[in-house]
């Protein structure tokens, strides 16, 4: 969808926001200002791969799974430091952040304790110096609470544009 709707709009700066696989990693790298759902050292090691080719650095956020909910994607918590070393070890990726998804039709307090672990794990990324940590978490329905605890991107396209058609 990114690569068709790209063409259309070059002049937009385009976030990658669902499950990335390895055989669709060459429409996103390059095309995508920042990709938020890297959850595996293998789909790191793709994009940077990727971007070395392009001669680019693919700006990323790593996706954690903060509510051990079976059917959202992102790593489990205890795989961040690995998945942050190899994204500092890799010259084609540039580590900008962390996201996550609110758990599926939780409570207000559920929700609000997964943005607020993502902020606190947040504080454990080596970043650049000149590089504020980027919270991607938040979605149409759940918003505002991600904005209270922190959220610097929210992903809210059904509050703008209404739900999608399937398919």
């Known amino acids: ?76 918590e205890s795989l961040l430091p690995q998945l942050a070393a190899k994204a500092g070890a890799l010259p084609g990726v540039r580590l900008k952040g962390l996201m996550t998804m609110g758990p599926a039709s939780a409570s207000e307090k559920d929700t609000r304790a997964a943005f607020r672990r993502l902020k606190e794990l947040s504080a454990s990324l080596t970043l650049s110096p000149q590089i504020a940590p980027e919270l991607s ?11 209270e605890e922190g959220a610097t991107l929210v992903r809210i396209g059904t509050a703008i544009f209404g739900e999608r058609p399937p398919g």
Request: aromatic letters at 6%; proline letters at 2%.
């Open 1 to 76: 969808e990114l690569r068709d709707k790209a063409k259309d709009f070059p002049e937009a700066r385009w976030h990658f926001i669902g499950h990335l696989q390895t055989n669709k990693v060459k429409y996103v790298v390059g095309k995508a200002t920042l990709v938020h759902s890297v959850d595996s050292e293998k789909i790191l090691e793709a994009l940077s791969e990727r971007a070395e080719r392009e001669k680019l650095v693919q700006d990323v956020l790593l996706e954690l799974n903060l509510s051990g909910d079976k059917t959202k994607t992102g790593a489990p």
């Open 137 to 147: 978490m938040g979605m149409s329905g759940d918003f505002e609470i991600a904005i």
